[in-house]
């Protein structure tokens, strides 16, 4: 992978990056994904954030080869710190990181007065989706766009969504399945699906051969599986 040539899952993340916007890559990995876009004509201007030295390095030289360092900026940052209200920042994608993680970049964005609400976010957890939809939802940002996709024998989603006037709610099945794509289930989200049930079923049984099993994380366990069949079956 490289500016040119970006993964499966960088090129729809970048796909859902709105035409014109001021873009924040945070954990930006060379920058490939903002120099891509900025190659293309699609984006105006880039933040790319790194938080590890040796990274930020590489995406500067990134920047530099392409002769783009007067329209993509490389900070040194730890996630949303990167960015402030004045570079007028109306889209963010986080991608390749776990779920918790990314929750974590925008409760602590959101806290440090680092999100003015008017960004477009575009998010690819590697684990963990349901930590972002629950951040989302809790912070009134409705997800108008999900996708899962294969690619190198791993599977990903990505989300994105927009701050909303209204409050925001997801049932249960939604949260952990997603709002869109469990009205549209598609193959790769059946073979995630039936991965996820596997993995489940082989904690049940070893829970339950447990000396003392935990029976609050047995229950849990026993719902999960039962909604996942439940879908799939639906499906």
Do not use: C
Request: charged share 25%.
């Amino acid at each position: 992978m490289n500016e040119t040539q970006l993964s499966k899952r960088l090129e729809i993340v970048g796909a859902q990056v709105p035409a014109g916007s001021r873009l924040a890559d945070i954990g930006s990995d060379h920058a490939y994904l903002p120099i891509a876009l900025m190659l293309a004509g699609k984006i105006s201007h880039a933040i790319a954030g790194e938080v590890v030295q040796g990274p930020f390095q590489s995406a500067q030289n990134q920047v530099a080869k392409n002769n783009l360092s007067e329209k993509i900026e490389v900070r040194l940052a730890d996630g949303l710190e990167a960015i402030t209200l004045a570079d007028e920042i109306d889209a963010i994608t986080i991608a390749g990181m776990g779920g918790s993680l990314i929750r974590d970049i925008l409760e602590n964005g959101r806290q440090k007065g680092r999100l003015s609400g008017k960004e477009y976010l575009i998010l690819q957890p590697n684990i963990g989706e349901r930590n972002v939809r629950e951040w989302l939802a809790d912070h009134s940002y409705q997800i108008d766009f999900e996708t899962v996709l294969a690619e190198k024998g791993k599977i990903y989603e990505v989300i994105a969504a927009e701050k909303s006037d209204m409050p925001v709610t997801y049932t249960e099945e939604e949260l952990m399945f997603g709002p869109l794509l469990v009205q549209n289930p598609t193959s790769v989200f059946q073979q995630k699906w039936q991965r996820e049930l596997h993995q489940r079923e082989q904690v049940w049984t070893q829970l339950q051969t447990a000396k003392t099993p935990p029976s609050e994380k047995l229950t849990q366990i026993r719902r999960e599986i039962e909604k996942i069949r439940e879908v799939l079956q639906h499906d």
